[in-house]
């Protein structure tokens, strides 16, 4: 009896605890990862930021949205009051209809840093200008100036350190400007020899306005005999001059002088028929220096960097010609003009971007004198839809020695399993014109020969890139008593390193191949013989 109260009992306080658990338990709750899901973090993150911006400013929005994986972060229906000192009655108020701020989170440090900012129907009151401005703006009739579009954007390059900067402003009932411009920072030490100002080698530079009304609205603020433009470019040039002779204390260059009269006879032009106006430098492919004394002053500017006057940009006048490319269907260009086509269709400059034709255009220069840079062309194009055939194709550029294809070989090999890298190497290897080894080590006595060869497979300067053939001559060059040879063995048993038990078990077996062919030539041909120092 006291058996069975016992068990009642229990029985009771399970139950009892089980109900009460369920009573406790209620609806799901969110778990860690949906509470520090990246998106929320960057949602917090962005109204930190904004909570902070509203200690100078009021600052308000309807929506906010986050694709922290995408990088982009978006606002909505924005309203800024900011706080000016000229600007009294508060009269100032900017709106933007959607701001986008975005960079290349969804592809972080490949190859550059992306960071940009578009802002869609942005609209300043006019009391947001100093009062000097905005009394000649609301005199030509503007109450409000009206952003169709502002675009800014940047992006560092890390191989070459250079950065490109865009610029675009969409001015309703105004103009549109578009600037461009890129260039690295270069040091320099100083007269101290400490570091200094640094200098910049420019590789860009254009700046391009196109008229959507903006002249027939400010030409209102010129009396009626300062409009002509005969006058205006009178006034204009013995302005420029006045200001690059430094009022006469230095004579201007005839470059300058060329500079003057183009921009002024653009400007003239400009006027009699509002239409698009330009300055840009005419620079080499690699662009110019610019010491620091250089860019102090703009007088040196012009003579640096080549600044013509114009009334498009230099890349409308370089649009490849309709004849051209009618003749790709026909076939009978020359390798010349297909690298030349492959070139532009691999940038998009002169004609629309189009990578995927340029292997097709290519296939003809591949058995000519120009098959190196044909291959080189063809790997670019297919990079980044077919790293295999693009890495066949780099081989034969390496072995050109066409310049980056060494890059592109280290390139394309991170985007392949390392037997498919090896299997391409073998077989480029037997179908090319590479020195086969009985050939190499026919009378060579000093084995630093072997080293070099196996140096110049392993990375492909000098010889087709094979690591099975580099570990070959390594391990023949550290047999005949090279000192280095060793240091460099390792190096190609490094590549194949931590990488994983297929391609651990891929090596074991590739190596065991190796050794023993390098055994069986070492014996064969009495190499021992052959480099033995007497």
């Known amino acids: 009896m006291k058996r069975f109260a016992r068990s009642a009992a229990v029985a009771a306080v399970t139950t009892v605890l089980a109900m009460s658990a369920q009573a406790q338990e209620g609806d799901p709750r969110p778990g860690y990862q949906e509470i520090l899901a990246p998106d929320r973090l960057a949602a917090f993150v962005a109204n930190t930021a904004i909570a902070a911006a509203r200690t100078q400013m009021e600052l308000e929005y309807d929506y906010l949205s986050t694709d922290i994986l995408r990088g ?3 606002l909505s229906g924005v309203t800024i009051r900011p706080n000016l000192p000229y600007d009294r009655a508060g009269q100032c108020e900017i709106t933007v209809e959607r701001a986008v701020l975005s960079s290349d989170l969804s592809e972080p440090f490949a190859a550059s840093t992306e960071v940009g900012l578009t802002m869609i129907g942005a609209r300043a009151a006019i009391a947001c200008l100093p009062q000097e401005a905005s009394l000649g703006l609301r005199t030509a009739g503007f109450n409000e100036i009206i952003f169709d579009r502002l675009t800014l954007a940047a992006d560092y390059a890390y191989g070459s350190g250079a950065t490109l900067i865009n ?8 103009g549109v400007l578009d600037v461009s411009a890129a260039g690295t920072i270069l040091p320099r030490l100083n007269q101290f020899g400490q570091p200094g100002d640094p200098a910049i080698r420019v590789t860009r530079a254009v700046a391009t306005l196109r008229d959507t009304g903006g002249w027939a609205a400010l030409s209102q603020l010129l009396p009626e005999n300062l409009r002509a433009p005969e006058t205006i470019r009178a006034l204009g040039t013995e302005g420029l001059t006045q200001a690059l002779s430094e009022n006469g204390a230095r ?3 005839a470059i300058e002088r060329n500079f003057i009269d183009s921009l002024m006879a653009q400007v003239e032009a400009y006027i009699r028929d509002p ?8 620079l080499p492919p690699n662009g110019v220096i610019l010491e620091p004394d250089t860019y102090e002053k703009p007088q040196g500017l012009i003579s640096a960097l080549a600044l013509e006057a114009r009334a498009t940009p230099l890349a409308r006048s370089r649009l490849i010609d309709t004849a051209l490319l009618a003749r790709i ?9 297909r690298l030349d086509l492959a070139q532009a269709l691999i940038s998009g400059t002169g004609v629309p971007l189009a990578t995927a034709l340029v292997p097709d255009l290519l296939a003809p220069a591949l058995d000519g ?3 190196p840079e044909a291959a080189a062309m063809i790997a670019r194009a297919l990079s980044t839809t077919d790293p295999a055939g693009a890495y066949d194709h780099a081989l034969i550029a390496a072995a050109g020695e066409v310049p980056g294809a060494i890059s592109l070989l280290d390139a394309l090999e991170a985007r392949m399993t390392t037997p498919d890298v090896v299997a391409a190497q073998e077989a480029y290897l037997a179908q090319s014109a590479a020195t086969a080894p009985e050939a190499a080590l026919a009378g060579s006595t000093d084995p630093r020969d072997l080293r070099a060869l196996a140096l110049a497979h392993f990375t492909g300067l000098g010889a087709p890139r094979a690591y099975g053939r580099a570990y070959y001559y ?20 490094a590549r194949f390193g931590a990488r994983g038990p297929e391609v651990a078990a891929f090596w074991a077996g590739l190596q065991a191949e ?5 055994l069986n030539d070492w014996i064969a041909g009495d190499l021992a013989s052959q480099f033995r120092a007497p």
Not at 167 to 174: K, Q, T, Y
Request: glycine share 6%.
């Open 72 to 74: 982009t972060i978006s």
């Open 167 to 174: 610029v675009s402003a969409a001015v309703n009932r105004v």
């Open 251 to 253: 004579a201007l260059s």
């Open 275 to 282: 239409g698009e106006i330009t300055v840009e430098a005419n």
């Open 329 to 337: 269907e026909a076939g009978d260009l020359s390798a010349t003009e």
């Open 369 to 371: 004198d120009s098959a």
């Open 474 to 493: 390594a391990l023949l060059a550290e047999a005949a008593g090279d000192i280095g040879a060793t240091t460099l063995r390792e190096e190609v048993e």
């Open 514 to 518: 190796t050794q023993a062919a390098a």
